[in-house]
């Protein structure tokens, strides 16, 4: 199997797998308020931008030499080897003061359980207090509606930063992920006062319970719809055009242009809607939590940008663009099951639009991909079940990142051998390395 197969065929089964996790993981929650677990406002920004990115990995895959492809891949691997090595050591090193600090902790709590039993009745009186104290103060209604909003405006400026008014987490939280425990710990939930929701936020508090979203619908379906009709109209050469366009024709590439064209038509407005709805919650008192992202110029550019290159590498060298996603959410503070299932989901549509791209290309084996996507689901709904259960055994979050690093550098290293063969064998047979495909 060429490089270019197995990046084809890699697609797929990451496809089916990103498949098998979002039903797996379908009601899991937000862990500091009631919505889902996936972000879908940064689904919206970043959706049609990392198609069009998939779409340019896939060309680009299509007429560059299989000896630039290994190499780009090869690249990509030892980068994210090393950032897998160096996350895992960080995710170890902090389970070992986590389980320091239990032992700690349970060690004094047995030397005097009584005053330990004093400490946790202060603790739910404190909770009830920090739960219900904050919400019975002036309103931003009784002072005309100024007051809280303007300082709304003024003071929200970054994502990491919460505005809510509920409970705090601690380590006795129950119903959230460990690894979420341990990065949100001392962060409030959003919590809301019976009368305190009017109808707009009402909606707004609602919409975020559901997946199925008109707007998310919308942005998700257009673009990969228009890249799959764009695709049959132009062909390829090995599909003709199913009406009739020659390859390099000028109207071939006017489809071209087009398409790109309405990609990024769709994210301007889709970035359009997300700011204004983000200034409606500010007008209306919404409680925005770590990880919200404040919709300005910097998360939009930085945003924009990881979106074109996740779904480049989709393309180009068949991994899944959620590798490169979920280090940007951590960085804005975001949770980390809702990083994990949000960069899942976009993962999910890359690879199934590049997927396509492919067999029309004629690169999938589709009996040996279907094998292996049928192992993959296999697979992923036993690692959540069995990884689960030995994160909660154990007490170390770390294991999932030290199997991912080491499955990433395992893939390196695997991918190194076999290419280099490959390359020797071209060499031997006189192949020149740095000829591209003609496109035409």
């Not at 009406?243 to 990024?264: H, S």
């Not at 951590?330 to 999910?348: E, K, N, Q, R, W």
């Not at 290309?361 to 030995?390: Q, R």
């Amino acid at each position: 199997m060429s490089p270019k197969e197995a990046i084809a065929n890699s697609n797929l089964v990451i496809f089916f797998g990103c498949v098998t996790r979002f039903i797996r993981n379908y009601n899991n929650k937000h862990p500091l308020k009631d919505a889902t677990a996936i972000d879908y406002s940064v689904v919206t920004c970043q959706m049609p931008l990392l198609m069009s990115g998939t779409y340019i990995g896939v060309f680009l895959n299509e007429f560059l030499p299989e000896f630039l492809v290994f190499v780009l891949l090869f690249v990509t691997l030892v980068y994210l080897s090393y950032k897998g090595i160096q996350h895992s050591i960080e995710a170890w090193k902090k389970d070992n003061e986590a389980i320091r600090k239990k032992k700690e902790q349970a060690l004094a709590n047995s030397i005097n359980k009584k005053k330990d039993e004093e400490s946790e009745k202060n603790l739910a009186k404190k909770k009830e207090d920090d739960l219900f104290k904050p919400l019975l103060k002036t309103s931003n209604r009784s002072l005309g509606g100024a007051g809280l909003i303007a300082s709304n405006r003024k003071s929200r400026v970054d994502s990491r930063q919460s505005m809510a008014k509920g409970p705090e987490i601690d380590n006795f939280t129950q119903g959230i992920d460990d690894d979420d425990k341990k990065a949100l710990i001392g962060e409030r939930r959003s919590t809301y006062m019976p009368g305190e929701v009017n109808h707009v936020l009402d909606n707004l508090l609602k919409m975020e319970k559901q997946h199925f979203r008109l707007r998310t619908i919308i942005v998700v379906t257009i673009p990969f719809f228009a890249i799959l009709l764009i695709s049959l109209f132009r062909g390829n050469k090995n599909l003709e055009s199913i009406v009739g366009i020659k390859r390099c024709d000028p109207l071939d590439f006017i489809l071209l242009a087009f398409q790109f064209l309405l990609l990024i038509v769709l994210t301007v407005i889709n970035i359009v809607m997300l700011k204004r709805e983000y200034q409606v919650k500010l007008d209306n008192d919404y409680q925005f939590v770590k990880g919200d992202i404040v919709w300005d110029q910097r998360s939009i550019i930085k945003f924009t940008i990881f979106a074109v290159i996740g779904g480049f590498i989709s393309g180009a060298v068949g991994l899944s663009g959620g590798i490169l996603f979920t280090p940007l959410f951590l960085d804005f503070g975001i949770a980390p099951s809702v990083a994990s299932g949000t960069s899942m989901y976009m993962a999910m549509f890359a690879t199934l639009s590049s997927s396509i791209l492919f067999m029309f290309s004629g690169y999938i084996i589709y009996d040996y991909s279907f094998w292996l996507s049928f192992w993959a689901i296999v697979g992923t709904a036993l690692g959540i079940t069995i990884i689960g259960n030995a994160v909660k055994k154990s007490g170390r979050v770390s294991i999932l990142v030290v199997l991912l690093g080491f499955v990433i550098t395992a893939s390196m290293i695997a991918e190194g051998i076999v290419g280099t063969i490959d390359t020797i064998d071209q060499v031997n047979n006189n192949e020149n390395l740095f000829e591209f495909n003609a496109y035409c």
